[in-house]
């Protein structure tokens, strides 16, 4: 609750502290789903250097869990991987399910994602993505490219 109040009045955080923050997520989501949830990172130490739009990265984890693993009754996976390629961040989430909407299998996304996409362009142009598909063997990729914000 107070990494929500103090990152709110900034609107940007450390990707270090979103990281801390989706790991403390994960690890109540692990007590509720027990060994239906197992998780993976894989984030460079390069990453650290960038700053991300407060609980986003959680949001999009959330969702894995919401709209993926929590459907499947033997559970599934989260892998968060973050990198650094071209002076951007880039972190890929993936999960265990399918990428539906209203039933049928998608490209497109929701509001929420809407919402995340608008908030992207707001803070970072045109420089900055989201997307998320199905990939095979029933994972979705959400990936999300961030630029470094050079302070002035």
Known sequence: MRNTLVSERKGLTTFQDEIRVVKDYLG???IRFEERLKTEFDVAAETNEFEVPSLMIQTLVEN??????????????IQLKAFVADDKLKIQIRNSGHFVINGTRKKAGGLGLENTRHRLKLIYGDESSLRILNEKDNFVLTEVIIPHLHKK
Do not use: A, D, N, Q
């Not at 894995?64 to 996976?77: D, Q, R, Y």
């Open 64 to 77: 894995g869990i919401k709209h993926g693993i929590s459907k499947l009754t033997e559970g599934g996976v």
């Open 28 to 30: 109540l989501e692990s």
